[in-house]
């Protein structure tokens, strides 16, 4: 039984106030695998890079028990390219170059031996793409979860609904469910997505913690307060990672599990933003995310005496 991962795996060239990277290693399905891969394996990973893509960070990730069988290496082609630059909070950026280059016409084919997949996590990616690998799976999956972002919500509505109708779990931040919902409360937002197919919702606000939104229910982590946060990209889907690796190990699909995924994607997500590009992820050692779950739960944690107890 396994995790399979579909997303980018990209070039990003990244600007923050305090720095500017040149072209470094990103996308999301790459994040995802790092961080997911601290938690179970293998994992199987479905993606498109071009000849330009370092074979050594394909072997890194191996290294790690990724699966790169469904990865298509286009030789004669250019890798996805994102650039970025962020605000002064950290919280917003703008987009400032998206070529989709081996994406523009991706197929992916999911392979025989990826057909024991137990759980699905879609990075943001061609919707398209997201939904022709849910197809291919002959079983459904235990969990589907899915990631997307506004560039698709403006230039493929369509397929992403579709898409939508065949997740259990959305992962989006603030923006992204007020665009998608049209609906400025994040509450009422809620409600639009979840009639739009998932049954569970996590709406991420950057610096201000993650919701977990699921019928009636609500549940809130906060985001580890951080003296330095140096690039917050791939934080989004570093959180995914940590969330989807920790159900895939406990392979416990429950609300209480899932309140217990969102404190791990976070506590991932942390870690994350402390270094440019997969940096920090890289160098991570296993006692440091107990470490700083721990953190986490003494950051929440607290005792209060009430007449109804
Ligand atoms: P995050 O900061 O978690 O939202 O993810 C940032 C990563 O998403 C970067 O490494 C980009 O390469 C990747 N990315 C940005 N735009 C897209 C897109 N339109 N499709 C797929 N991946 C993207």
């Not at 650039?83 to 950026?93: C, V």
Request: with cysteine; aromatic share 10%; net charge negative.
């Amino acid at each position: 039984m396994s995790l399979v991962v579909v997303g980018s795996m990209a070039f990003d060239a990244i600007e923050t106030p305090f720095g500017k990277s040149n072209k470094i290693i990103g996308g999301a399905a790459t994040y995802i695998a790092w961080a997911a891969s601290n938690f179970t394996r293998p994992i199987k990973q479905v993606s498109v890079v071009g000849g330009d893509f370092p074979e050594s960070e394909l072997k890194m990730l191996e290294a790690r028990g990724v699966d790169m069988e469904g990865v298509q290496i286009k030789k004669d082609q250019r890798s996805f390219f994102w650039s970025g630059r962020y605000h002064m909070d950290m919280n917003t950026r703008d987009t400032l170059d998206t070529q989709l280059n081996v994406l523009a016409d991706f197929n992916p084919v999911v392979p025989d031996s990826y057909q024991d997949c137990e759980f699905l996590m879609l990075g943001n990616l061609v919707p398209a793409v997201q939904l022709s690998v849910i197809d291919q799976l002959k079983n459904r999956p235990k969990l589907v979860a899915m990631d997307t972002m506004n560039f698709w919500m403006e230039t493929a509505m369509p397929d992403l609904e579709k898409v939508l109708q065949k997740v259990d779990v959305l992962i989006i931040n603030d923006s992204e469910a007020r665009q998608l919902s049209a609906q400025f409360s994040l509450v009422k937002a809620a409600k639009e997505i979840m009639k739009m197919g998932p049954r569970y919702l996590i709406i991420k606000k950057g610096e201000h913690g993650a919701l977990l939104f699921h019928e009636d229910g609500v549940f809130f982590a906060p985001a580890l307060p951080l003296e330095e946060v140096f690039d917050p990209t791939g934080a989004g889907d570093t959180f995914a990672g940590g969330f989807i690796g920790h159900l895939a190990r406990t392979k416990d699909i429950s609300f209480a599990n899932m309140k217990t995924g969102i404190i791990v994607g976070s506590a991932m997500a942390s870690f994350c933003v402390e270094k440019f590009g997969t940096t920090r992820l890289k160098e991570l050692k296993h006692g440091e995310i107990e470490t700083r779950i721990r953190m986490f739960r003494d950051l929440v944690s607290f005792e209060i005496e009430l007449e109804g107890d």
